[in-house]
């Protein structure tokens, strides 16, 4: 709203035209409000996932201690009343709900997610590098959605109705309708009845256990593909059909005409300026396409067998292990609103329109 | 308005004459892949309406000695002619894996007839009756036809897919006609009034659009009382995956509403002394039925696809409720994988209904505005 309000301020400048210095001054401005704006946003978003990640941990019936207590007692020691109150004293789970919600989040901040039950550890412990893992597996989905769409949704839009768009059309339908589990699935069981190997994991045997190394990381790329293309495909034949339409948009326009008129070679008479102003929607599609990846490689890291936290946040829900599983579900969600922040700072760089606009 | 006889009148009277409705028609009819998924999809929710009609056996029934057995075919000629049959089973114990490996045994014929009688069921949840479209005749215990195969507890795939139509059909459009309302409701507040009321609703979408909502409705799922019945969590899933989808149709009609604002036949409305609620529903939400209709058919697959995964998860639906993704459950072991494929026939409708609910969309999204 603000930043409505600073633009029209801008517009209506009597001395725009007037010095440089000014509209440079102006501009920073704009940018500086834009920026803010989008941190203030993802401050809320993270807020309201913290909340959200609470209801979580307190919805199942009976709080922290009583299922503590029938967890010891299933494995044979005893806890006596007195000593459950006291632990609900030293856990505040005699105190309101917001209180409690807010110590909570005091906690969380010094990086204490509190005990998972299940492991008997810190729960920051049993996460380990699984959630880089996730983020790994995500980014390079999101890397290969955008190498494979750009050619592809350029070609299509220059070769509109060739053969070689119908395919990828076709393609890019079949790409949507398969959930990417499904999909996991099925790979997993090509390759076991056709090339009789396990396609699942993220480590060769070797170096499932093996402390990090140069090794171990060309290993990790090494499997990266199958996972990343399975994660990939649906945003890709979202993204190539979008590309497409934009691109189509724009190469009917006057100034691609004068481009040509002009005797501008074919490639930079599409390369250089209708390809550059249909990718702002193209980039700025991260936002969702990054919450959707995050959210696809947990299913499909169950079916691929990743170590990433799908598994482990399955394994937490079903044996209501809350403290581990909402530190995973809080982990991602914040995860996931800095990553899109990073792609908004990003898309701001590459596109005038949105530094001068201040909207995306 | 009368609608046009489009045969009667001549060329430019019929575009003239023809009520809206009529003519998003027309355009539609021209999207060859729409129209075919149009009829697929009526198909899908005919084998709903009619599931234990056209299931073979009963879909809950468990025997131990039939688990595993692998799809079986319909031989339609034998050397009497025209006579529909299918191979009695023989099951032999393999002596390294001791497992029973079914063999079609051609000595033992079994009939396969229309309109047979089988398990007892409620048509269209009135009418009862034991008649399914096809069985066999004379089969003895553990007999039947296993199109597709059973699982390991000895259930009809087949007859399991049929009855799973229904609930991963219908729990679709539930939480659909739900993210429709409160999508309805946001995004026509939003575009209605505008100033910070739309600002509020605005950024409260672009905060749930940005948290990856599989984690967050894994946790919600699960922490469903172990207490609750089928029905409960069914309505309670359908709540959950509602709730991915209102964001999206919210802005679909906050998008038309500030578009049809300016109007000039909005503006007359009001001119004309109509109440807020007539122009909104005599006046505005006609002009954006369609939209609102293809967004609705763009939203109602990732709903399916939502249940199914859930479930899948087995954090979804529970059995004794059957859908594509309980079903998919029992194939995500590859040891079962490989040793039963047929499992993974239950992709086969998931994949068929999305892609048919896709085009269907886009067409409908092309022919929402016969205007342009």
New interface residues.
């Given amino acids: 709203m603000q930043c409505l309000l600073l633009q029209d301020a801008f517009r209506h400048a009597p001395d725009r035209a007037g010095g440089a210095g000014r509209d440079t001054n102006a501009h920073a401005y704009l940018m500086l409000s834009y920026l803010l704006q989008r941190l203030g946003l993802a401050l809320v978003t993270c807020l309201f996932i913290s909340a959200l990640t609470f209801i979580i941990i307190r919805l199942p019936p009976g709080d922290f201690v009583d299922a503590y207590i029938a967890n010891l007692t299933a494995s044979g020691s005893s806890v006596s009343q007195e000593q459950a109150e006291a632990m609900r004293r030293e856990y505040g789970l005699d105190q309101p709900v917001l209180v409690q919600y807010v110590r909570w989040m005091g906690r969380v901040f010094q990086g204490d997610f509190g005990v998972s039950m299940v492991w008997r550890r810190p729960v920051t412990e049993v996460i380990g590098d699984r959630l880089w893992l996730t983020m790994v597996v995500s980014l390079a989905a999101l890397f290969l959605t955008w190498a494979i769409a750009l050619p592809i949704g350029i070609y299509s839009a220059v070769r509109q109705y060739s053969i070689g768009d119908y395919i990828f059309t076709t393609l890019g339908f079949i790409g949507l309708a398969i959930p990417n589990f499904l999909l996991a699935l099925i790979l997993m069981y090509l390759g076991f009845r056709y090339l009789g190997l396990n396609v699942g994991g993220l480590f060769s045997p070797d170096y499932v256990q093996a402390p990090w190394s140069w090794a171990r990381v060309w290993d990790l790329i090494k499997h990266l593909p199958l996972p990343a293309a399975v994660l990939a495909l649906a945003g890709t034949a979202q993204l190539i059909r979008i590309m497409r339409a934009n691109l189509l948009d724009e190469l009917r326009r006057p100034y691609v005409v004068t481009a040509r008129a002009k005797g501008l070679s074919e490639m930079r008479a599409i390369l250089k300026y209708p390809v550059r102003a249909a990718l702002n929607p193209f980039a700025s599609s991260v936002a969702y396409l990054f919450p959707y990846l995050v959210s696809g490689s947990i299913v499909v890291s169950l079916v691929l067998g990743l170590p990433t936290v799908g598994p482990l946040l399955l394994q937490a829900l079903v044996a209501q292990d809350m403290f581990l599983a909402g530190a995973i579900v809080l982990l991602l969600g914040v995860m996931t609103v800095i990553g899109t922040l990073i792609s908004d700072i990003l898309l701001m760089w590459i596109d005038p329109r949105i530094r001068l606009e201040g909207r995306a | 308005m009368t609608a046009a006889d489009p045969v009667a009148s001549a060329g430019q009277d019929r575009w003239a004459e023809a009520t809206q409705l009529r003519l998003t028609w027309w355009r539609f009819r021209r999207h060859r892949l729409a129209v075919i998924s149009l009829v697929v999809i009526a198909l899908f929710y005919l084998i709903a309406a009619f599931a234990d009609f056209l299931a073979i056996n009963d879909p809950h029934a468990t025997d131990a000695r039939r688990s595993f057995i692998p799809p079986q075919a319909i031989h339609f000629f034998d050397e009497n002619g025209f006579n529909p049959h299918i191979y009695g089973l023989r099951g032999v114990r393999d002596r390294q894996t001791f497992q029973l490996v079914y063999t079609p045994d051609p000595n033992r014929k079994l009939p396969v007839r229309l309109f047979t009688r089988g398990y007892n069921y409620n048509l269209l949840g009135l009418i009862e009756m034991d008649i399914h479209l096809i069985g066999v005749i004379g089969a003895q215990r553990g007999e039947g036809i296993f199109l597709l195969g059973t699982d390991q507890l000895g259930r009809d795939l087949f007859s399991r897919m049929i009855v799973a139509t229904r609930v991963s059909l219908f729990i679709g459009l539930a939480g659909v006609t739900l993210s429709l309302v409160l999508g309805v409701l946001l995004g026509g507040i939003s575009g209605l009034y505008g100033g910070?009321v739309d600002?509020v609703i605005q950024?409260v979408i672009?905060?749930l659009?940005?948290?990856?909502?599989?984690?967050?409705w894994?946790?919600?799922a699960?922490?469903l009382?172990n207490s609750w019945s089928t029905l409960q969590v069914y309505f309670a899933i359908t709540i959950i995956i509602s709730l991915i989808g209102w964001t999206d149709l919210a802005r679909v009609v906050r998008g038309r509403f500030l578009a049809l604002r300016e109007e000039d036949f909005v503006v007359a409305a009001e001119l004309a002394g109509a109440s807020q609620g007539r122009i909104i529903f005599r006046h505005m939400l006609p002009s954006f039925m369609s939209h609102v209709i293809a967004a609705v058919s763009l939203a109602l697959?990732a709903m399916i696809?939502s249940e199914?995964?859930l479930s899948?998860?087995?954090?979804g639906l529970r059995p004794p409720a059957v859908s594509w993704g309980i079903l998919?459950q029992d194939?995500?072991n590859?040891q079962v994988?490989?040793g039963a494929?047929w499992l993974?026939s239950a992709?086969v409708p998931?994949?068929l209904v999305?892609?048919a609910f896709?085009?269907l969309g886009d067409g409908l999204r092309d022919a929402a505005d016969p205007y342009g």
Avoid: D, K
Avoid at chain 2, 209 to 216: M, Q, W
């Fill in positions: 910070w600002t950024r672009e905060v659009r940005s948290i990856p909502t599989i984690p967050l894994m946790g919600l699960a922490a009382p697959p696809v199914t995964a899948f998860l087995g954090l998919l194939a995500q590859i994988l490989s494929p993974l992709a998931v994949i999305i892609l896709n085009f």
